[in-house]
């Protein structure tokens, strides 16, 4: 069987996005659980699949792979899965194209960046993130969240699609982050109405069960 070799940690949104397309696409996988803060992505023979030494990282027919948008797009090309994921059209993935080359800056940037500083980066080092950066930080939150809640309030997906794509997959698992923290989604309805869409589904549910056992209740 063409089974890929999955490289994930749990508590690691873009892993969570990889997994939950393979559930979804019905790619046959491997996942092989990679601790970050257990050291399993500083080995050698970790560091000869991601030379950056970061999850997600796949292998595929001897091929490695890391960074998550270019496993996600790689995984829809390779097999044989739905057009939805990532369309053959060329405007339609031009639009799913643009939000995963956007969303690293923003989307990511304000979610999971915020949170490494605010909880994980004092906890390993004892540095506060001070206050200027918080405020930065908070700012670009703000705005990405905007914009994306502005594309749901006309549209069903994010990258406008009319079906879900990988750039909803991606979003999702980021958003859901700032569950760890008592967000207050409501200001942002049209997301709430996506992500409450997006979490019904068995596969996401599946992909963010361990996260979910530490989190606080969302304000959804």
Not at 46 to 60: C, D, E, K, R, Y
Not at 142 to 156: A, G, P, Q, R, T
Request: with cysteine.
């Amino acid at each position: 069987m063409d089974t890929v070799k999955v490289y994930i940690d749990w508590y690691s949104q873009p892993s969570r996005a990889v997994a939950a397309l393979c559930l979804l696409a019905n790619i046959p996988h491997e996942i092989i659980e990679t601790q970050l803060f257990r050291g399993d992505t500083r080995t050698k023979e970790f560091q000869a699949i991601s030379p950056p030494m970061t999850v997600p990282a796949i292998v595929h027919q001897e091929m490695p792979l890391y960074e998550s948008h270019a496993i996600l797009t790689y995984l829809s090309t390779a097999f044989n899965v739905a057009d939805h994921w990532y369309p053959k059209d060329p405007k339609q993935r031009a639009n799913v194209d643009a939000y995963l080359h956007w969303h690293h800056g923003n989307i990511r940037y304000g979610c999971a960046g915020y949170l490494y500083r605010k909880i994980i980066k004092p906890r390993l080092t004892g540095r506060q993130i001070t206050p200027e950066m918080e405020k930065q930080m908070l700012a670009i939150q703000h705005k990405s969240l905007k914009y994306v809640d502005e594309i749901l309030m006309n549209n069903h997906y994010v990258a406008k699609t009319k079906e879900m794509s990988i750039a909803d997959i991606s979003c999702y698992c980021e958003i859901m982050q700032l569950h760890l923290i008592d967000f207050e989604y409501r200001q942002y309805p049209f997301i709430v109405r996506w992500m409450r869409e997006i979490g019904e589904i068995p596969e996401v549910k599946l992909v963010h069960q361990r996260l979910m056992k530490m989190v606080q209740k969302p304000k959804l």
